[in-house]
């Protein structure tokens, strides 16, 4: 699920009516934030021909990602990406396609520090038809971070307002150690007395400007820590700033598969079960949706109506839920299954993440003869290559209905177990597949 209400954003002390009016405290303005994202790097330890912040991560470019937790921060009012001129058509087509807002691109330079050095030029207004506005605050983050909060831009952005320069920290993994030129060890760094810099960072825009313009080009060359920069040409030492787990870095190959488990475990944290209420049996889905809340541990699960209005599912959809059971009871088609396709395929929440759509039907041999339901629900496979283009994932599930209560529970369990597998692993190698309970 998306995060909570906004944080507040950081605020310089100082009257202003006008600041007043655009949404700061009173006696307080709002301070001006951009971000610099530098995303020219070619990913040589990712092993893959693929630079790693366009490597996808279900079907979307791991870059978007990052760029979502940036844009969900309503006070950084630019956000400048660098990226090589070989990648500035592709840029443009991410930016387009998962419709993010307020991205300038830059092209990048040959290193890191070139590159974010072209972002702040953009910021500074140095190069031709730039529009931007010099921000009080730049932030700088990497593009393969997808997972920065903004409680700890937040807190980088005010501690760089006090001291000039902050920057996230974690403590070290491992014991840092200095070879010798033949390949013995030369010392060790203490472990505890030590810290390993993370990103985001962030500067006072004129001192991490200055410490640019005045940098060597051995170190525009060489270098990679934008701390030192500021501490070597501006003498300003940064604040440093505890960082969380989440801050950790896209590196290898392994990490996709880590990336994504995570992206699919928090977009699988609500649950929505969809039901016609007026259905004589109705009280089916009503038992799904208690044995589905003891299987799913630790996962919201609600429900709506498919009312003639659909205002209650409506609203599940505008609060950003990706995963919905449809029940369908009386209905021997996809009947109620269609119309909360239809309602996802008219809003764009699957334009970011891969909505799951588990159609349940239920089957009792008293009423009607197996192979005629089975039949019946062959279209599933159509249906879902349909909506499939939409990044909506279908899948099929067919529940034994006994008139045994005892056996009922049962097979509502067992039903319950797949429902839960499908929405955590969202294996698009099942869309369009009936299962049976």
């Known amino acids: 699920m998306e995060p909570g209400p906004a944080e507040p954003g950081p605020c310089l002390s100082g009257p202003s009516g006008a600041d007043q009016a655009a949404g700061a405290e009173p006696g307080r303005r709002a301070l001006a934030v951009a971000a610099v994202l530098p995303a020219g790097g070619c990913g040589e330890r990712m092993g893959v021909p693929t630079p790693k912040q366009f490597c996808p991560i279900l079907e979307r470019p791991l870059i978007s990602y990052t760029l979502q937790a940036l844009e969900r921060v309503c006070w950084i009012k630019d956000i400048v990406v660098v990226v090589t001129g070989g990648n500035m058509e592709a840029m443009k087509n991410i930016i387009e396609k998962y419709q993010h807002k307020h991205i300038s691109l830059v092209e990048a330079g040959v290193t890191r520090h070139r590159s974010i050095f072209n972002g702040l030029k953009a910021l500074a207004g140095d190069q031709p ?3 931007l506005c010099k921000p009080e605050v730049v932030i700088i983050h990497d593009a393969v971070r997808p997972f920065v909060e903004e409680e700890i831009l937040l807190n980088v952005v005010t501690a760089a307002k006090e001291h000039g320069a902050a920057g996230a920290i974690r403590p070290l993994v491992s014991t840092v150690i200095s070879p010798s030129a033949d390949g013995c060890l030369d010392h060790s760094l203490e ?29 525009l060359e060489f270098g990679t820590e934008c701390l030192q920069l500021a501490l070597k040409y501006c003498h300003i030492k940064a604040k440093l700033v505890e960082g969380s787990p989440d801050l950790w870095k896209v590196t290898y190959k392994r990490d996709l598969y880590a990336a994504e488990s995570i992206i699919k475990e928090r977009i699988s944290q609500e649950v929505c ?41 409506q609203q599940i959809i505008l609060e950003q839920c990706y995963s919905f059971v449809c029940v369908n009871v009386m209905t021997a088609d996809f009947q109620e299954t269609q119309k909360l396709l239809s309602m996802l395929e008219e809003s764009d929440l699957s334009i970011l993440y891969p909505v799951v759509v588990v159609s349940v039907h239920f089957l009792d041999f008293k009423l009607v003869p197996l192979s005629q ?39 509502l369990r067992q039903g319950a177990i797949i429902i839960s597998a499908l929405i955590k692993e969202r294996n698009s190698g099942l869309v369009g597949q009936l299962l049976v309970a």
């Open 373 to 411: 339901k089975m039949e019946n629900l062959t279209r599933i496979g159509e249906l879902a290559k349909e909506v499939r283009k939409r990044n909506i994932l279908l899948f099929g599930l067919l529940i034994y209905y006994p008139q045994d209560e005892q056996k009922l529970q049962e097979s």
């Open 191 to 219: 472990r505890a007395r030590h810290r390993a810099s993370e990103m985001p960072q962030a500067f006072l825009f004129d001192v991490i400007y200055e410490a640019y313009q005045q940098c060597s080009d051995y170190d």
């Open 273 to 313: 079960i969809v039901m016609d209420t007026k259905e004589d049996r109705g009280r089916v889905g009503h038992l799904l949706e208690e044995v589905l809340k003891n299987e799913l541990n630790r996962v919201k699960v609600t429900s709506g109506a498919l009312c003639h209005a659909g205002r209650d599912l």
């Open 129 to 131: 038809d730039s529009a």
